[in-house]
C-alpha cells in the first residue's frame, strides 16, 4: 500500500518560531512535493524535490525552505513562522522521471496554527 | 503558464439527480488528475487521465478528457449523500524537471435528501 507520512498533524507555534514539517514515503518515489491549501485558494506548491539534494521553488517559496538528505523524507522549513503560514499543509510523492505524470500521493496533512 | 479552473466552486444537489463538473486548463498538458477530499482529510486520487478522449468510470462518478478543447469533466450520476465533499482537478504542469501539479480551486459538493 501507497503510504506517505506526516508525522505532526496538528501544530501550534508561536510567531518567529522556527517549525519543522516532516515527510517520509516508503515507496521509492524520486520526486516529493509540499502543498498548501488553503480555503477559496485550493493547493498552492510551495516546494518540490526530484532527487536527494536537489529542490525547485514552486509558486509560493517565500518564507520558506526545504530539505532532502534522504531519497524518502522531504522536510519543510518555516525559518521564523509567521501568522500568515497558518494554513494546512499536504506532502506529496510520485515515482518520478520514469513514470513522469503518474499518480500523485498525498500524506493526511499537517495543520499548523501560528499565533 | 498553466492555469487551472472549475466550475461550479459550490454545488448543492438532490438525492438522485445528475450533475457535471467542469474544469478547465489554459496551456497543454496531456495529463489530469480528479481527487476527492473529505472535511479534515487529505486527497484522494479518483481518476488519472492520461490521453484525449479518455473515460473512467467508477461508481456514480465518471470523468473524461478533451485535450483539443482543454477541458475535463466530473459526471455525477443519481448522486448519494456519500458522494458529499470537496473534488479537486489538476492538470500536470512540465514546466519543471519534472512536472507537478497544478490544481483548480476544488468544487464543494453537498447532496442533500
Known amino acids: 500500500d501507497v503510504k506517505v507520512t506526516q508525522s505532526s498533524r496538528y501544530l501550534v507555534k508561536r510567531t518567529g518560531e522556527k517549525v519543522f514539517l516532516e515527510c517520509v514515503q516508503d515507496?521509492?518515489?524520486?520526486?516529493m512535493f509540499w502543498y498548501r491549501q488553503d480555503p477559496g485558494l485550493g493547493l498552492r506548491l510551495i516546494y518540490f524535490?526530484?532527487?536527494?539534494?536537489?529542490?525547485e521553488k514552486g509558486d509560493i517559496p517565500e518564507g520558506y525552505s526545504v530539505s532532502r538528505e534522504k531519497k524518502e523524507r522531504f522536510s519543510l522549513i518555516l525559518e521564523s513562522a509567521s501568522t500568515n503560514q497558518t494554513s494546512m499543509y499536504l506532502c506529496?510523492?510520485?515515482?518520478?522521471?520514469?513514470?513522469?505524470?503518474?499518480?500523485?500521493?498525498f500524506g493526511e496533512g499537517s495543520w499548523l496554527t501560528v499565533v | 503558464e498553466l492555469k487551472v479552473e472549475q466550475n461550479p466552486l459550490f454545488l448543492s444537489m438532490q438525492e438522485g439527480k445528475n450533475y457535471t463538473i467542469y474544469c478547465n486548463y489554459s496551456?497543454?498538458?496531456?495529463?489530469l488528475y480528479w481527487y476527492r477530499q473529505d472535511p479534515g482529510k487529505s486527497l484522494e486520487s479518483l481518476f488519472v487521465?492520461?490521453?484525449?478522449?479518455a473515460v473512467k468510470q467508477e461508481g456514480r462518478l465518471m470523468a473524461s478528457l478533451d485535450t483539443k478543447a482543454r477541458l475535463s469533466t466530473l459526471h455525477i450520476t443519481a448522486a448519494v449523500h456519500d458522494l458529499s465533499a470537496t473534488y479537486f482537478c489538476?492538470?500536470?504542469?512540465?514546466?519543471?524537471?519534472?512536472?507537478?501539479?497544478?490544481f483548480g480551486k476544488g468544487t464543494k459538493l453537498s447532496v442533500k435528501p
Open positions: 515507496m521509492d518515489h524520486e520526486n
Open positions: 524535490s526530484y532527487d536527494v539534494k536537489m529542490k
Open positions: 506529496a510523492s510520485n515515482p518520478g522521471r520514469r513514470n513522469s505524470g503518474n499518480t500523485i500521493y
Open positions: 487521465l492520461l490521453s484525449n478522449g
Open positions: 489538476a492538470a500536470l504542469n512540465y514546466g519543471g524537471s519534472q512536472g507537478n501539479l497544478i
Open positions: 496551456t497543454t498538458s496531456d495529463r
